[in-house]
């Protein structure tokens, strides 16, 4: 889909739909009274037929008969202008997109409301997102001629309406900065939403390794490196290792690197890559399986947003670091009563092989620390239920030892429109790790289980300030809404993409 943006009346707009949205009652907005006009008083009567207020996710399409150069037009609703949060657009810019492939558009005008100042660049930034990703589809399985078809828009305009005045040049920037970015970060989610849609059969570990050898392949200050079991083993990774023992997928730790000269900080990003959870010997009951390829969203976040950050240029020097393997059951799998000995040479007893996610990224972390060195770290994993029985299944969790990076990173996931709320790291939890045979055990007690999960990671980032984000709820959706097709959602690299290069 091709974007631009364009200064002129929307009455003019040559184009096949016209797009206007409209910020609570339509008849108070001057655009909708102009095009009301235009039409002999039929949009107005078509609105009150149809009962649109321009309420939030309202729709109203409508032919013009010449009335104007469009020869259709839809209204969208928005919510009331004082409620407007930016981010609600994506759905606006899908709503847009999905109307015009609906009526077999090939081109659209979008008329951008009046928002003022870098409010305007904002909204053209989450409607752009909104219109790739929402028309974002996970087809290649399907075989139907439906499923085959291309969709008809081709190209999507914004209109500024400027009543006369010359845009500056400083508007015209900004305006392709947004367009810019919004297209690399939707490009970003998309990779990550194809990665983690795979079945497991096909998105192995080593197909992980492969979509990072990919992405390094394509920009010049990208490196990658891919350490299998052998290189792990020899770095000591017992956790990591003992959870892919079971399988005959062999491990994968993955490491790429964005390298910029002279990088302000040095960032790391960890992300939790069980390409199938099974549960291991604590096998999950078939219904809770079912979805569990999505358990490498992490490594799929955090490895497609070096594409995007690579594209748009960032001042640090960015590391993502994958560990991935699958959790299952065979002659070889890691047992209960197992004790392993973690990279920095904490002994963990094994209470529940289901608590895997924790195992990787404890090693994960240390190997960052070890070999990076970072002056910050995140990680993101579809790490714990007891995260989605706390915030629902579109909130991530976010937990953090340092106040001021936690401010930082939901700051920026604010901006990027992804939700997340900070959970406690409540030192009294860490009472349930106490293990009499080893250092400590994986799992706790049930009530709590997101804060412990998030106090056995802490064991191991010893004085890097670090920021923990389960995004078990929101990596996948089962239900749709506009901007987001149900299945991988691609979570997380919105927030990762704004906080490196804007944060
Ligand atoms: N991958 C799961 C967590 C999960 C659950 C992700 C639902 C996405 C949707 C994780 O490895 C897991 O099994 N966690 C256990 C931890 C428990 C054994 C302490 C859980 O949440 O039940
Ligand atoms: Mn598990
Ligand atoms: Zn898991």
Sequence with gaps: MDFSHVVEPALSAAVDLLVIVVLGDPTKDSLFRIVDAATGKALAEAARSESFEGKTSQSLTFRSAGALSAPRIAV????????????????????????????GARSLALVVPTLGGAREAAAIQMLTEGALLGTYKFGRYLTGADAKK?????????????????????????????????????????????????????????????????????????????????????LGMGMFLAVGKGSDQESKLIHLVYKPKNAKKKIALIGKGVTFDSGGYSLKPSNAMEDMKVDMSGAAAVIAAIDAVATLGCDHEVHAVAACCENLVSGRAYKL????????????????????????LGDAITYVRSKVQPDEMFDFATLTGACMVALGPYTAGVMSDHDALCRGWLAAAERAGEDMWRLPLTARLREQLKSPVADMRNTGDRFGGAITAGLFLKTFTKDTPWVHVDIAGPASLSASRPFQPRGGTGFAVASIVEYLTRG
């Design 337 to 360: 009563g197992d004790v392993l000995t973690s990279m920095d040479g904490t002994t963990v007893e094994i209470n529940n092989t289901d608590a895997e996610g924790r195992l990787t």
């Design 150 to 234: 291309a969709p008809s828009l081709q190209s999507f305009a914004f209109i500024t309406d400027a009543k006369g005045k010359k845009p500056g040049a400083a508007q015209a920037k900004a305006v392709k900065i947004a367009l810019d970015r919004a297209q690399a970060v939707a490009a970003a989610v998309c990779k990550a939403r194809d990665m983690i849609n795979e079945p497991a059969a096909f998105m192995t570990p080593t197909q992980i390794a492969a979509e990072a050898e990919a992405i390094a392949k394509k920009h010049p200050k990208v490196t990658v490196q891919v350490l299998g079991p052998k290189k792990c083993e020899e």
């Design 76 to 103: 969208l609703g928005a919510g009331n202008r004082a409620d407007l949060e930016v981010p609600a657009l994506r759905d606006v810019g899908a709503a847009a997109a999905s109307i015009a492939n609906r009526v």
